[in-house]
């Protein structure tokens, strides 16, 4: 009886001793972290703790710098590129992709297998087989196994069995990602998604990891790991877009005074989750004008002074969710007013592109910083209130506001002076002195650019020059016209026609009103015929307002003259001063 005793307490040991040498997923995919503090976290939905056991004998775990991992793939190295939608409000979802970037020519076929791309230049421009890995011949007997007889090998680390979903047996690869003390497995092509609700996460940074295996003879072989950082906040997530017309530099937050400026809010919610949800923004744009609130993203502004201003904004969701014991969200664990990213890496590390989160205490705001459930009396349901912050500093200075064309004029040439015909454009311009002018030449729709020049100019007490352009044949042209200043641009247009043949001394540049020039001349000739009969049957005397009448029309009559006979017009003395030829 004792020495059964012993036997049992000797066979008891030896299998604690293969129990506690058995590895668990947190072994293998924590990489020597510390978990401990993954215990206080919620169990994710569809997620299994990592305390399962890891199958080691049909996934074995190579750690960095095995040189087994030199061979783990035909042809050369696969890297895994793992990315994210984060930063995630807490109760929205955030989604994880998984890309695999096989070696130089190496693609996957239709029926997943792996094979050597024939377009593809490589350094050996012979292929040893026209396939990489074909798993295709492995689908009936599934590498080593009958399939239909024996499915043991169609398991995943902890045992699961592969779920039989249509064409289940030509995913060829097997993911696995780890976060927050639990894991989650899933066959799939060279590409895998994984979508995880945020309720039961804690607020800040956390660490998603991937590993990724492929099938094998006789065991699945690991070509992948990957790991990035995503966040999870109670602040909603947002940027601002400010843009305004003639802003040379949108970036630099330099704007120009007496300008609307538009102000676009992007609420960043790849998961719609606020879909449903009542959103407003409190705007306060920092020079005493007050606050303002409303319902649209989109706002617009003047500033009337030049300065640097405080722009504030606060954007407020009522988040419609079922009534329920309200639950206190988890404190940050970073402090307040931090900026935080997402991690960018290569390899062993996620490269992400989407927005920072800004977390920025309120400034006088009326609103609390953080979120509850609360009822609603009006219908009975219960909400959750969510904020959002932004701030910025934006510099308003003087800028070019607007440009006009105030004559065309073409410059006489002999023969010997060339072929091309050369105009002469007077431009002024309100607001600050241009440094640069560009001229785009255009076909008569404005869309086909046929020349563009740009040269610097000096303007010293008004916005006054004269541009000169050569035009290679007759015909009709669109011209662009803009001046520009470090901080702003202004555009302004004209449709011209060039005539005359080349080296005449008799060529005209007419705008778009030279074209009815003979109907001027027709109504000018009865105009006159008019105003002579109905002097003659009028008296004299004539009222003031007679007399104001007569004197515009005489000024028409100056400015139809000045139109057709430019030769003999009397120069505006604003011209006078004009500086020299650009």
């Known amino acids: 009886m004792k020495g059964l005793c012993l036997l049992l307490g000797v066979l008891l040991l030896a299998e604690g001793i293969l129990h506690a040498a ?67 409000l807490v109760g929205s979802n955030v989604t994880f992709t998984v890309t695999l970037q096989f070696p130089r020519c190496q693609k996957e076929d239709n029926d997943s297998n792996i094979i050597y791309d024939r377009n593809c230049r490589n350094d050996s421009s012979d292929f040893p087989d026209q396939y990489v890995y074909n798993w295709t011949t492995w689908i009936d007997d599934c590498g080593w196994e009958n399939c239909t007889s024996n499915n043991t090998h169609n398991v995943f680390p902890d045992g699961r069995p592969f779920p039989h979903h249509p064409g289940w047996r030509r995913r060829n690869f097997v993911y696995l990602f780890h976060t927050v003390g639990q894991y989650y497995q899933k066959t799939g092509g060279s590409s895998a998604i994984v979508s995880i609700n945020t309720t039961n996460i804690t607020l800040g940074k956390q660490m998603m990891v991937v590993f990724v295996y492929r099938r094998g003879h006789r065991t699945y072989v690991p070509v992948a790991t990957t790991s990035g950082i995503y966040v999870v906040t109670d602040q909603i997530p947002l940027y601002v877009n400010l843009s305004q017309k003639n802003d040379r530099n949108a970036s630099d937050s330099v704007f120009i005074k007496d300008s609307p400026i538009t102000f676009d809010v992007k609420i960043h919610d790849p998961s719609h989750y606020l879909n449903n949800s009542a959103i407003s923004y409190k705007w306060n744009y920092g020079d005493g004008s007050g606050s303002f609130i409303s319902n649209s993203p989109i706002s617009t502004h003047t500033y009337t002074l030049q300065g640097n201003f405080s722009l504030n904004l606060t954007v407020q969701a009522i988040i419609p969710v079922p009534c329920g014991p309200a639950t206190p969200t988890p404190p940050l664990p970073t402090s307040p007013g931090a900026t935080t990213q997402n991690a960018t890496s290569t390899a062993n590390k996620t490269e992400s592109t989407t927005p920072a989160i800004t977390t920025i205490p309120p400034y006088n705001l009326d609103s609390p910083t953080s979120a509850g459930v609360m009822e609603d009396t009006s219908d009975g349901g219960c909400h959750i209130y969510r904020y959002g912050h932004y701030k910025a500093t934006i510099s308003i200075v003087e800028g070019i506001l607007q440009v006009n064309i105030i004559q065309m004029t073409s410059v006489q040439m002999t023969v010997t002076q060339g072929e091309n015909s050369l105009v002469d454009f007077v431009v002024t311009c309100q607001g600050s002195l241009p440094t640069d002018a560009c001229t785009i030449v255009s076909d008569p729709t404005c869309q086909v650019s046929q020349n563009v020049v740009c040269d610097p100019v000096e303007v010293t007490d008004q916005c006054l020059l004269t541009i000169r352009r050569a035009f290679n044949e007759p015909g009709t042209y669109c011209v662009n016209i803009t001046l520009g200043d470090d901080a702003s641009q202004a555009l302004t247009s004209a449709l011209i026609s060039v005539n005359g043949a080349p080296g005449s001394s008799s060529r005209t540049v007419e705008g778009v009103l030279i074209a009815s020039g003979f109907l001027v001349a027709f109504v000018i000739i009865v105009s006159l015929l008019l105003y002579k009969r109905y002097k003659e049957y009028k008296p004299i005397e004539r009222s003031a307002e007679q007399a104001v009448n007569r004197e515009r029309l005489s000024v028409y009559f100056n400015n139809v003259k000045a139109v057709l006979f430019p030769g003999n017009n009397e120069r505006d003395p604003l011209l006078k001063s004009k500086p020299g030829i650009v």
Do not use: I
Not at 44 to 67: A, I, M, R, T, V
């Open 22 to 88: 058995a590895k668990q997923f947190r072994d293998v995919m924590s990489h020597g972290r510390s978990s401990s503090h993954v215990r206080s976290h919620k169990k994710l939905h569809g997620w299994s703790p990592d305390q399962n056991q890891w199958n080691e004998k049909l996934y074995p775990f190579w750690e960095k710098g095995d040189p087994r991992w030199k061979d783990c793939w035909r042809g050369g190295k696969v890297v895994a590129r793992l990315t994210s939608d984060s930063p995630a």
